[in-house]
């Protein structure tokens, strides 16, 4: 729950807008490791699982952090750039309404706060991605995009750098029981948010997701082909 709160509390609300975006537009594959349950415990091991925490018993997610933030890096860089390639030039000025992002500044705001959520754990961002006017920086298409592959790249770099000792360093300045695994969350929970408000924009101008595109289209293939056999 903390963790949750945390993120609330630096991401801030999503927009409303955000809910027009088709469900399907956002599905992300687990990795195999992250299966099906087994078969069902004994009782006496289903009721150990289901007893409280001890107050002072340390709670540990059920997953290793890193392989599956950069599964979800891997994932997000893909439709954020297929997205982005798919939206003509000519709507990147757009946005919904007065003072809130454009789709340029929306794709421009995710660049940037790659290299910022990364900062809050002391990973020093490159030149340039502090200026308070970034989002504001450029509404040529293949530049944003550039930007957007950069800010990946600088990412998973980074993360890929980290120990599980690393993950578990305090962060005290986030939060009593903050370490650096909760920017990490952080930075993932941002970019789904993000993503959401993308296809959003792009719904909205007639654009559809190129890999909701690509599975309609095999759907209707495999269709086809069993009414002729």
Aim: no cysteine; aromatic share 8%.
């Amino acid at each position: 729950m903390k963790r949750y709160l945390l993120a609330f509390v630096l991401l801030g609300p999503a927009l409303a807008f955000v809910t027009v975006a088709r469900a399907s537009d956002r599905g992300f594959p687990v990795p195999s490791s992250a299966s099906a349950a087994p078969a069902a415990a004994p009782v006496a091991q289903q009721a150990d699982a289901q007893a409280p925490a001890a107050p002072d018993q340390k709670v540990t997610v059920g997953y290793d952090l890193k392989p599956q933030a950069l599964l979800d890096l891997d994932q997000l860089e893909q439709k954020f750039t297929d997205l982005a390639g798919a939206i003509p030039q000519e709507k990147y000025t757009w946005r919904p309404g007065d003072g809130v992002r454009s789709v340029s500044e929306v794709f421009l705001h995710v660049a940037q706060s790659n290299y910022y959520i990364l900062s809050l754990m002391g990973v020093e961002r490159p030149a340039g991605t502090e200026a308070k006017d970034f989002e504001k920086s450029t509404t040529d298409k293949a530049k944003i995009i550039d930007q957007m592959k950069q800010s990946f790249a600088f990412t998973k770099a980074n993360i890929g750098k980290l120990t599980n000792a690393d993950l578990a360093k305090a962060l005290p300045k986030l939060g009593p029981q903050a370490n650096e695994g909760d920017v990490v969350y952080i930075l993932v929970t941002h970019l789904h948010e993000h993503l959401g408000q993308s296809i959003a924009y792009a719904r909205v101008n007639g654009v559809v997701p190129p890999w909701t595109a690509a599975a309609t289209a095999a759907a209707a293939a495999k269709q086809g082909k069993s009414t002729i056999d």
